[in-house]
């Protein structure tokens, strides 16, 4: 079965350093998202993408965070300048979603992002 | 107000055992879809069921069935038959607007930890 990928599956990163997270969708997917997870709390929305635009995004991806399909296959997340909060677990999704179906979102298996 | 409450934080079942999931939701949107994902201690997000508001019968895909009840605003798990591999963090997640464009994004609960014991 098709799934999400997403590499790396750790990243280890200094304070005020730029991270890039990569995921490759499942390939006939219109939609890719961002979520992230902080150790013991809930999945939040970060970022949806379609079209080659972001369509939503929430209040957590403000100017230190960009999204980006560099090709047909890789779907990235960018933190420009990480601060510690940013430490969490990221993950892709992607769905084939029409705005107006019902199918799922399909999640990678996350990135551990580390500042240190 | 919280979109999606699940107010079991750690449940315990016997195994073969069938077990209830609580989730209530909060959306004035008549069109919207509600998740179920699991997330093994490994970290990976599964989805699982899926019931849309505006589906006749709930939901069932083999061992996991929705019970869905539109008035109370709750989409409740249950999971028969448990199995030892059903140990893991479940989580409820909505999605609004769904026949009116509204928006991809899943806003998620705090999730409930299942623990399946022999």
């Known amino acids: 079965e098709p799934e999400v990928t997403q590499t790396p599956s750790h990243q280890v990163t200094q304070m005020g350093q730029e991270v890039i997270l990569r995921c490759v969708p499942i390939?006939?997917?219109?939609?890719f998202y961002w979520y992230r997870q902080i150790l013991g709390q809930k999945v939040e929305f970060l970022v949806s993408?379609?079209?080659?635009?972001?369509?939503?995004k929430s209040e957590i991806f403000d100017d230190q965070f960009s999204v980006e399909r560099p090709d047909g296959s890789n779907f990235t997340l960018k933190i420009r300048s990480t601060k510690l909060e940013d430490s969490a677990m990221y993950f892709c999704?992607?769905?084939?979603?029409?705005?107006?179906?019902?199918?799922?979102?399909?999640f990678g298996d996350g990135t551990r992002l580390s500042i240190l | 107000a919280q979109k999606i409450t699940q107010t079991q934080p750690g449940m315990f079942v016997q195994e073969k055992e069938a077990v209830t999931l609580d989730c209530t939701y909060d959306?004035?949107?008549?069109?919207?879809?509600l998740f179920w994902y699991k997330q093994p201690s490994s970290g990976e997000m599964i989805f699982l069921i899926y019931?849309?508001?505006?589906?006749?019968q709930n939901a069932t895909e083999g061992r996991y069935s929705l019970n869905f009840q539109k008035a109370r605003k709750s989409a409740n798990l249950v999971i028969s038959a448990s199995q030892l591999g059903d140990s893991a963090m479940y989580f409820c997640?909505?999605?609004?607007?769904?026949?009116?464009?509204?928006?991809?994004?899943?806003?998620f609960g705090t999730g409930t930890q299942l623990k399946v014991e022999l």
């Open positions: 019931q849309g508001s505006y589906d006749q």
């Open positions: 993408f379609y079209n080659n635009e972001i369509s939503e």
């Open positions: 999704a992607s769905s084939e979603d029409h705005p107006y179906s019902n199918q799922p979102q399909h």
């Open positions: 959306t004035s949107d008549p069109s919207y879809g």
């Open positions: 390939s006939n997917h219109l939609y």
């Open positions: 997640a909505m999605r609004e607007g769904i026949l009116t464009g509204g928006g991809n994004k899943l806003t």
